[in-house]
């Protein structure tokens, strides 16, 4: 288990970086052309040429300073923001670029969004979570810490920290195909095999059926968000006639979960427990 983790991890980390990402960006726009109605419309050349465009504006940003710097990465964020939405291009890595791109151009809300959009499809890139922790950093905001069993569970369920949240859905439909051709060989012939082949299968099943469903949560339902204005306003009821509830603005960046919603006002819950509202338009959902 520990070889195969390792594999898992090699083959993860050569993906996310270097010349990789542009062979990783070829295989999820052959999955996207077969799993999502209407790609079929867009060119693959377009949207390759696109992405270069963006990691060389993002390169070229690297040698340059001040004014010129953050144009440069501004203009990398959006071209991967626009693979994102107008190419519907749900990709943890291209998450992960636009807020590197972000955080270069000083805007760390937007960096500290995009990283944990990132990390839902990418749950166990380290140097994904190390630039996190760095955003975070520059905010003084508090980082959350690990506690003895979250390392366990980690360890245990290894698969789900190493694996993008595509591949454990594939593998998933798989070993659940897999479980139900068994189970009709079964019905013809019995075997000790076949017995066993079917428990490990249904315990593979468990693994990454638990694995797609809590990420599942995580993306379509958990309802977290990150304040991207800076000097955003924390109000003691939604409205602008109400006080503020903090006599400093909060940071873009502050990092917070969806208790309620009143027009457009939303009513969160900070790290620190404090519940505020603050206008949608200044915050994002992840």
Not at 159 to 170: A, D, G, I, N
Not at 181 to 186: G, P, R
Not at 202 to 220: D, R
Not at 244 to 267: C, R
């Amino acid at each position: 288990m520990a070889i195969f983790s390792k594999i898992l991890s090699k083959l993860f980390k050569k993906a996310e970086t270097g010349a990789g990402r542009l062979v990783l960006l070829t295989i999820v726009l052959a999955l996207a052309g077969l799993s999502r109605t209407g790609f079929c419309a867009v060119s693959v050349q377009e949207v390759k040429s696109l992405f270069s465009s963006a990691q060389a504006n993002f390169e070229l940003g690297l040698k340059q300073q001040g004014e010129r710097k953050r144009a440069l990465m501004i203009k990398s964020a959006g071209q991967f923001r626009s693979l994102i939405r107008d190419h519907r291009l749900d990709n943890g890595s291209l998450y992960y670029n636009m807020g590197n791109a972000y955080y270069e151009a000083g805007e760390t809300g937007k960096a500290i969004l995009s990283y944990r959009r990132a990390k839902r499809l990418l749950p166990g890139f380290s140097d994904l979570q190390y630039n996190l922790n760095q955003a975070r950093s520059r905010l003084n905001l508090s980082q959350p810490t690990q506690s003895w069993w979250e390392s366990i569970v980690k360890g245990l369920f290894f698969w789900h920290y190493m694996m993008k949240y595509e591949l454990r859905r594939s593998m998933l439909l798989i070993v659940f195909s897999l479980v139900w051709i068994v189970l009709m060989m079964m019905i013809f012939k019995r075997h000790v095999f076949l017995r066993m082949a079917l428990i490990i299968l249904i315990a593979l099943n468990i693994g990454f059926g638990g694995s797609f469903l809590y990420s599942y949560y995580q993306l379509h339902v958990a309802r977290s968000g990150v304040v991207v204005k800076d000097n955003t306003i924390a109000r003691k009821g939604p409205g602008s006639g109400y006080e503020p509830f903090y006599q400093k603005p909060l940071s873009g960046g502050t990092e917070f979960t969806i208790n309620g919603t009143h027009e457009n006002w939303w009513k969160i819950k900070l790290p620190l427990g404090d519940e505020v509202w603050i206008k949608v338009s200044d915050a994002e959902m992840i």
